[in-house]
């Protein structure tokens, strides 16, 4: 598989927040690029409006973005994560291209993209790393986002997941005679394995200012002039009171001003400045790899297994799930073709030997038979051992 490898780029908001109290969780920011692209091409495929319309949007942006992948300065859709992406865009299309010859199977091939869809979303480790640990520090436990994990489980399970849509739903009215068809019993949810693995991402390099010099410059400072109150004056001496015989008893001295303004001057001169110099130095980004701890999958859906029920009379109006079953064979097989074909450097011991049995078996096998192989080898492969 190729890797890539590029530079990193800003994020790009596109979901709104969370408030709780007051605070706000900011918008969820897929990383730009081919996640922001990938994300709007989807958007606008699901507001078309009709299905069939929807679908043939969706078919047709898969198609392209796994064609042209992401440009040569993509950080984020890169390397292993543009693997596990690219893995789960073509098993979109192996699935919508088996269910494309249906009539009315416009819906079926909606849910089987929009599958694909979320894993390639939830591919995009650095955006939803960063918003996990945000939402964990401003108390929102319950808005952090689980990514994808390890590349052959998530394909596989996606396989998996994708084969439970070659299905429809056909209304019957009491009285109605019901052909013999194949059903799928109810689901369950499972206790699954995933191994774990090394996630390669892009880490912007360190930076920081360093000191470069000192840089000095002098310009001048004109002449200055203002005025100045000059304080003047003298004493004027008086009397302030007689007596009977009109004799002065008493002098009074009085403070005559003759103060004035006048201008005064500072000469002019050059005044010398001197700033110290920065410059910002950052050191290279690198690609590093994060280790995953190996893990169960608490929960996992699990769809049902077929069942056959054999042609009747139906006793009450009722809604039947019939099950295209040569097109979920077909799902299957050619999913685990795809994901045996990583090779046993990603597919590992006993799972590979399961998966090419079931690619053989396909071709063999009654679609009924090979449907059951397929879903035991691939739940092998994602279940604890």
């Not at 400072?221 to 008493?250: H, R």
Request: charged content about 25%; proline content about 5%.
């Amino acid at each position: 598989m190729t890797l890539l490898r590029a530079l990193p780029l800003l994020m790009v908001p596109l979901l709104g927040g969370c408030i709780a109290g007051d605070q706000q969780l900011p918008s969820f920011s897929h990383s730009p690029g081919f996640f922001v692209s990938f994300h709007r091409m989807v958007e606008d495929s699901k507001s078309l409006g009709p299905v069939d319309k929807q679908a043939s949007a969706l078919r047709s942006g898969f198609a392209l973005h796994a064609k042209n992948g992401p440009s040569f300065d993509e950080a984020y859709a890169a390397g292993p994560t543009w693997d596990k992406v690219r893995s789960f865009l073509d098993i979109g299309l192996i699935a919508g291209d088996v269910m494309a010859p249906i009539e009315g199977s416009s819906q079926n091939r909606v849910d089987i993209f929009l599958d694909a869809a979320d894993r390639v979303h939830r591919s995009d480790f650095v955006a939803i790393t960063a918003w996990n640990q945000q939402a964990l520090d401003m108390g929102f436990p319950d808005e952090t986002i689980e990514h994808t994990g390890e590349i052959v489980w998530e394909s596989l399970y996606l396989v998996l997941s994708e084969s439970e849509h070659a299905e429809r739903q056909v209304h019957v009215e009491k009285g109605n005679w019901v052909d013999g068809y194949w059903t799928r019993a109810k689901g369950h949810y499972k206790n699954l394995w995933m191994d774990g693995y090394n996630e390669t991402i892009w880490r912007e390099g360190s930076c920081r200012d360093e000191y470069v010099g000192t840089e000095c410059s002098s310009y001048w400072v004109p002449e200055a002039c203002y005025d100045v109150w000059v304080d003047d004056g003298y004493y004027d001496t008086y009397c302030s009171a007689y007596d009977e015989d009109g004799n002065c008893v008493e002098w009074t001295e009085e403070w005559v001003s003759t103060g004035y303004y006048e201008t005064q001057c500072d000469p002019g001169y050059y005044q010398e400045e001197c700033v110290d110099v920065y410059q910002t130095v950052c050191d290279p980004g690198q690609w590093i790899d994060v280790w995953i701890d190996g893990r169960y999958v608490p929960n996992a859906w699990v769809p049902g297994d077929l069942e056959w029920v054999e042609g009747h009379m139906a006793d009450a109006p009722a809604d039947l799930t019939v099950v295209f079953v040569p097109e979920e064979a077909a799902i299957l097989a050619q999913g685990i073709e795809y994901v045996a074909s990583f090779g046993p450097e990603w597919v590992k011991g006993d799972c590979l030997t399961r998966l090419d049995d079931a690619v053989a078996a396909y071709t063999i096998d009654p679609p009924e038979t090979s449907i059951k192989t397929s879903r035991d080898a691939i739940l092998y492969c994602i279940s604890p051992h």
